[in-house]
């Protein structure tokens, strides 16, 4: 009877892997192409006033109600148009989009750092100073923010930048705080922490020291959405006639043209632009967003973790 006998399959080396320099989570292309379009938005007063004159912005500096340079009756000293005020729109759009993206920032931050507060006390320490900050959150939401700031901002005779974003800001802490409040209570019951407690680390130190730092991806995430929200809520109480009226911003362009029947006049670039610069600041806040979700996230960009 014939027997079989299995010869030794011979080990085969095992293939050197190249480390590549450039494979990092931060080199996200959603990230990086949303950084580029939001800095060149905040980035264009100071860029664009090296190669256009932005005093062009005043009233009664240009022609009236002149289209834009590629259409026909338009010229190349005003590329996007006039509007009925005689503002060069190049400049208005180059002025008022730092401006309306300054007061998303000041409110995102004043919201986010009331947030980030409230959630790691709460997620921290628990008990009764827990339900009573969570109590408090999910209470502030119900509240329908827009229509309370158009009645705060009626009673406010001048409105200024940094009055709108502190506005604004009274209603952007429950979001970071309910989030900030769910990645402290995750993280408290890591080891690392239980050991930093357990060595005599203070509450300060193992907040900031030792949580901080896993959950910065999260809070960025979290910024970039109070950002866009900000920046939503400013541009809707502009509309309304109810923002800055003597800096231009891409709110009160839109309102000034609803003001003046642009859409009926068929002067559809100035509200077109406006609305065109919004676009890409919230497309570009959306995509950062989504970058920093799969830095934070390995499984969102494909990793494979070891269990």
Same mark, same amino acid.
């Given at each position: 009877?014939?027997?079989?006998?299995?010869?030794? /399959?011979?080990?085969?080396?095992?293939?050197?892997?190249?480390?590549n320099r450039?494979d990092?989570?931060?080199?996200?292309?959603?990230l990086?192409?949303?950084l580029?379009?939001?800095?060149?938005?905040?980035?264009?007063?100071?860029?664009?006033?090296?190669?256009?004159d932005?005093?062009?912005a005043?009233?009664?500096?240009?022609?009236q109600?002149?289209?834009?340079?590629?259409?026909?009756?338009?010229?190349w000293?005003?590329?996007?148009?006039?509007?009925?005020?005689?503002?060069d729109?190049?400049a208005?759009?180059?002025?008022?989009a %730092?401006?309306?993206?300054?007061i998303?920032l000041?409110?995102?931050?004043?919201?986010?750092?009331?947030?980030? /507060?409230?959630?790691?006390?709460?997620?921290?320490?628990?008990g009764w /100073?827990?339900?009573?900050?969570?109590i408090?959150?999910?209470?502030?939401?119900?509240? %329908?923010?827009l229509a309370?700031?158009?009645?705060?901002?009626?009673?406010?005779?001048?409105?200024?930048a940094?009055t709108?974003a502190?506005?604004?800001?009274?209603?952007?802490?429950?979001?970071p705080?309910?989030?900030?409040?769910?990645?402290?209570?995750?993280?408290?019951?890591?080891g690392?922490?239980?050991?930093?407690?357990l060595?005599?680390?203070?509450?300060?130190d193992?907040?900031?020291r030792?949580?901080?730092?896993n959950?910065?991806?999260?809070?960025?995430a979290?910024?970039?959405?109070n950002?866009?929200g900000?920046i939503?809520a400013?541009?809707?109480l502009?509309?309304?006639?109810?923002g %800055?009226?003597?800096i %231009?911003?891409?709110?009160?362009?839109i309102?000034?043209?609803?003001q003046?029947?642009?859409?009926?006049?068929?002067?559809?670039?100035?509200w077109?632009?406006p609305?065109?610069?919004?676009?890409i600041?919230?497309s570009?806040?959306?995509?950062?967003?989504?970058?920093?979700?799969?830095?934070?996230?390995?499984?969102?960009?494909?990793?494979q973790?070891?269990?």
């Amino acid at each position: 009877m014939a027997t079989l006998t299995a010869e030794p /399959v011979a080990a085969q080396p095992a293939k050197a892997t190249r480390i590549n320099r450039w494979d990092s989570p931060w080199l996200n292309p959603k990230l990086i192409i949303g950084l580029i379009m939001v800095l060149s938005v905040a980035l264009s007063g100071v860029i664009g006033g090296m190669f256009w004159d932005l005093r062009l912005a005043r009233v009664g500096t240009s022609p009236q109600d002149l289209p834009p340079a590629f259409m026909p009756g338009g010229t190349w000293a005003h590329p996007l148009g006039t509007e009925n005020s005689g503002r060069d729109m190049l400049a208005v759009i180059l002025t008022g989009a %730092p401006r309306s993206f300054r007061i998303g920032l000041i409110a995102a931050t004043i919201g986010l750092l009331v947030g980030v /507060v409230l959630g790691c006390v709460a997620g921290f320490l628990g008990g009764w /100073v827990d339900r009573v900050i969570l109590i408090a959150s999910d209470a502030w939401i119900t509240i %329908p923010s827009l229509a309370v700031l158009i009645v705060i901002s009626a009673f406010v005779r001048q409105i200024s930048a940094e009055t709108m974003a502190v506005l604004i800001a009274m209603f952007a802490w429950p979001g970071p705080t309910r989030l900030i409040r769910a990645q402290v209570l995750t993280l408290r019951e890591r080891g690392y922490i239980r050991m930093a407690r357990l060595s005599g680390a203070n509450t300060f130190d193992v907040i900031f020291r030792e949580m901080m730092p896993n959950m910065l991806p999260y809070i960025a995430a979290s910024f970039t959405g109070n950002v866009s929200g900000a920046i939503l809520a400013s541009a809707g109480l502009e509309a309304l006639g109810l923002g %800055p009226t003597r800096i %231009p911003t891409l709110g009160m362009t839109i309102f000034y043209a609803n003001q003046a029947s642009a859409v009926i006049r068929g002067m559809w670039w100035w509200w077109g632009f406006p609305f065109l610069v919004l676009a890409i600041i919230f497309s570009g806040l959306f995509l950062i967003a989504i970058g920093l979700d799969e830095v934070a996230n390995p499984r969102l960009r494909g990793l494979q973790v070891k269990q």
